[in-house]
C-alpha cells in the first residue's frame, strides 16, 4: 500500500513523515495499531497490524480500517456498532469500544482504543488505534471459558475488559446458571494476578463453625481434631483472586468478620496470635437481589459497598439467543470430546423457543440427555424435554385465537409453577406483582391447576 506524505501540527513537532517511517514508529507498539484520518482511512500501520488484518487487502492502494477489521462497505456506526472514532470527534477525548473482527486468524473479540491527534488549532486530525486481542473469550466452539458473540455477551466481555488490570472488587450479579465463575475466572485470567492463584469459595456451603477455620486457616490444637497448623482459602489466594460464589447466602452473624477482613486486610488463624496480611483480590457473585437483602437488613450494608466497586450483570440465556448454535457445539464437545454430535435444524430452532430458567447449566443438561437418547449422535427434537419441544402446552404455543384474557393468565401461571426454582418472593419480583398478589391469583386458579407455590 502507498499513501502520500503526511504533515502532524503542534503535537508532532510540525514534522513531516513518510509512510515507512510512520510504519516504524507504529512498531514501538507490541499489539495491532494503526494511524488514520478523519475519513478512516488508514495512513500507516505496523506490522502487528498487517500480518494480523490486512493480508486480504494488499492490492488496495486505499483501505479503510471498517474495511479491514469488518469487511464493512460503510463505517461501523451506519451498520449498527458503536464507533470509537465518531466520539473521538465529538469528545476530543480518548475512546475505546469492544467489537467483533474479522482477522487473518478468524473472527476475534478485540478491545479498539482510539487516541485522538489535534492539528495547531485543536482540531482533531488523525487517530492512534490500538487493539487488544482478548484471549480469554472465543467466537469459535470450546469446551471450556467463555464462549459468545451476541451484543449481550459482547457488553459482558466489555466489563470484563474494564475491571480486569485493576484490583477494585467486582460483584457479579445474575441468574443461578449464567457462568460466574467463568467470568470471575476471565477477570483473573486478564489481571496482573494472573499467574497467582484462583481460588474459589462456595459460600452457601459455609458454616458459622467452618466460617473462620476455611477461609482464615488454624494453628495445631485450636480445636478437637486440629492435629497439623493448616491454612485458610485468604492465604491460599496470596497474590491472587478469592472468589466468593453466592455470597448472599453468608449468615448475617459472619458478615462482620468478611468485613473486618476487607477493611483491615490482616487476619488470624483460629488459635493463633501473630496478625498475617491478605493479599487478593476480591470477587463476590450472587444469584440474589442483594439490595433487597440489603433494605430487608438480611445483608450488611457496610459490606454491600465494600463488595459492589464494580458490579457487572451477566446476562441470561434468553438474552443471547444468538450465542445458542455457537454455546452447543461447544458442549457436545464437553460431553464427548471422541464422537461428532449433531443437531438437527428442527431441534435447534425448538432450543432457540426455549427461555431457559436454569441458564446455560439447564441448556447443558438437556443436551447431555438429548445426547443420550440418540442412537446415532444426532439430536432431533423427539430427543428433547417435552417443555423444549413443540409438543409442549398450550401456554408455550403461538397464539392462533383469540381467547379471553382470563385463560391465557391462568396458562402462563401455570407454567410459571412448573419452571421457577426460586421461592414466591423471587417469582412475585420477577412478575412484578406483591407476594400477596400473586397468591391471590394462583389461589384463584381452577382446583386441577392450583397447587404448591414453591
Not at 493479599?279 to 450472587?286: G, M, P, Q
Not at 381467547?403 to 393468565?409: F, K, Q
Request: aromatic content about 8%; glycine content about 6%.
Amino acid at each position: 500500500m502507498t499513501y502520500g506524505t503526511t504533515t502532524f501540527g503542534h503535537n508532532w513537532h510540525k514534522m513531516t513523515f513518510k509512510p515507512e517511517t510512520l510504519n516504524q514508529l507504529l512498531n514501538a507498539f507490541n499489539e495491532p495499531a494503526i494511524l488514520m484520518d478523519r475519513e478512516y482511512v488508514i495512513v500507516a500501520s505496523n506490522k502487528a497490524y498487517r500480518d494480523r488484518y490486512i493480508e486480504a487487502h494488499k492490492r488496495k492502494k486505499v483501505l479503510r480500517c471498517y474495511e479491514a477489521s469488518h469487511h464493512y462497505k460503510k463505517p461501523c456506526d451506519q451498520e449498527g456498532e458503536s464507533c470509537p472514532l465518531k466520539r473521538c470527534l465529538v469528545n476530543k477525548t480518548v475512546e475505546r469500544d469492544l467489537h467483533l473482527h474479522h482477522t487473518n486468524q478468524g473472527e476475534e473479540h478485540v478491545d479498539v482504543e482510539l487516541t485522538p491527534i489535534f492539528d495547531d488549532d485543536g482540531e482533531v486530525q488523525y487517530f492512534l488505534e490500538k487493539l487488544h486481542h482478548i484471549d480469554n473469550a472465543s467466537t469459535s466452539p470450546k469446551a471450556d471459558g467463555l464462549v459468545g458473540k451476541s451484543p449481550s455477551f459482547q457488553k459482558l466481555l466489555h466489563m470484563i475488559q474494564r475491571v480486569a488490570k485493576s484490583d477494585a472488587s467486582v460483584l457479579l450479579l445474575g441468574e443461578s446458571g449464567t457462568g460466574k465463575e467463568l467470568v470471575a475466572k476471565a477477570v483473573h485470567d486478564a489481571s496482573a494476578r494472573c499467574n497467582k492463584p484462583f481460588v474459589p469459595v462456595d459460600c452457601s456451603g459455609l458454616t458459622e463453625s467452618l466460617f473462620e477455620s476455611e477461609l482464615f486457616g488454624y494453628e495445631k490444637g485450636a480445636f478437637t481434631g486440629a492435629k497439623n497448623q493448616t491454612i485458610g482459602l485468604v492465604e491460599s489466594a496470596r497474590g491472587g483472586t478469592l472468589f466468593l460464589d453466592e455470597t448472599g447466602d453468608i449468615p448475617f452473624p459472619l458478615q462482620v468478620k468478611l468485613l473486618r477482613l476487607l477493611e483491615t486486610r490482616v487476619y488470624r488463624r483460629v488459635g493463633g496470635v501473630e496478625l498475617i496480611k491478605a493479599d487478593f483480590r476480591l470477587i463476590s457473585a450472587t444469584h440474589k437481589n442483594i439490595i433487597n437483602m440489603v433494605d430487608e437488613k438480611a445483608f450488611r450494608q457496610d459490606l454491600y459497598y465494600r463488595i459492589n466497586t464494580f458490579p457487572i450483570q451477566l446476562p441470561s440465556l434468553k438474552e443471547r439467543v444468538e450465542d445458542l448454535p455457537l454455546l452447543i457445539e461447544s458442549l457436545f464437545s464437553r460431553i464427548d470430546a471422541n464422537e461428532k454430535i449433531t443437531i438437527t435444524d428442527k431441534a435447534l430452532k425448538c432450543l432457540q423457543q426455549y427461555d431457559y430458567p436454569g441458564n446455560i447449566r439447564e441448556l447443558y443438561n438437556i443436551i447431555q440427555r438429548a445426547a443420550l437418547l440418540s442412537d446415532d449422535n444426532v439430536i432431533d427434537e423427539q430427543h428433547l424435554p417435552e417443555e423444549c419441544s413443540h409438543r409442549s402446552t398450550t401456554a408455550a404455543q403461538p397464539f392462533q385465537h383469540i381467547v379471553p384474557l382470563r385463560l391465557v393468565e391462568e396458562d402462563y401461571l401455570r407454567w410459571v409453577q412448573k419452571h421457577f426454582k426460586g421461592d414466591n418472593r423471587a417469582l412475585a419480583e420477577k412478575l412484578g406483582v406483591s407476594e400477596r398478589t400473586l397468591y391471590r391469583k394462583i389461589s384463584s386458579l381452577p382446583e386441577d391447576l392450583s397447587g404448591p407455590m414453591g
